[in-house]
């Protein structure tokens, strides 16, 4: 998709599926999608990816980029749910669900961040292709080693 013209300023299109699709901009736009008002999510998807407040007169011309935007996060939520992760009985009884509730995203940008060494800031500005495989890597490394801990257990019985 080639550039939009915006006054003097040019916007080039973001494609969401890219290594340009930050950790950042994907948690933003979670924020944006769960507004129940089509005109904010059309304007906060373009106040998000191009940190620019655009003006009814100029919808026209993000109208095909705004669409592509909403596919491609389509394809990201179709992902995302390989990631869903169904916590042990044990887990809720020692209150797993509370810690999703008081930190939210900030648990997984802490993991990263953690994990990689880096600030926090820094794990925003990862691509969100890497972030999305290491969760996925992460959530399948802990279903094997429950897997296994699971025959050791019942081998030794």
């Given at each position: 998709m080639k550039a939009i013209r915006i006054?003097?300023?040019?916007?080039?299109?973001?494609?969401?599926?890219?290594?340009?699709?930050?950790?950042?901009h994907r948690l933003q736009l979670g924020e944006v999608l769960n507004t129940q008002n089509e005109v904010a999510i059309f304007e906060g998807i373009i106040r998000?990816?191009?940190?620019?407040?655009?003006?009814?007169?100029?919808?026209?011309?993000?109208?095909?980029?705004?669409?592509?935007?909403?596919?491609?996060?389509?394809?990201?939520v179709e992902k995302e749910k390989a990631l869903k992760y169904e916590p042990t009985p044990e887990e809720?009884?020692?209150?797993?669900?509370?810690?999703?509730?008081?930190?939210?995203?900030?648990g997984t940008i802490d993991a990263i961040a953690r994990r990689m060494h880096i600030s926090h800031d820094e794990a925003l500005k990862?691509?969100?292709?890497?972030?999305?495989?290491?969760?996925?890597?992460?959530?399948?490394?802990?279903?094997?080693?429950?897997?296994?801990?699971?025959v050791y257990r019942k081998k030794h019985k």
């Open positions: 006054g003097l300023k040019r916007v080039h299109p973001l494609d969401v599926r890219s290594d340009k699709f930050l950790l950042w998000v990816l191009y940190r620019i407040n655009i003006k009814p007169k100029h919808y026209r011309r993000f109208y095909y980029h705004v669409k592509d935007v909403l596919s491609g996060l389509a394809f990201w809720r009884q020692a209150g797993i669900d509370q810690i999703g509730r008081k930190v939210k995203e900030f990862l691509p969100y292709a890497t972030v999305y495989l290491m969760l996925l890597n992460d959530l399948e490394q802990s279903k094997f080693e429950r897997r296994l801990h699971n």
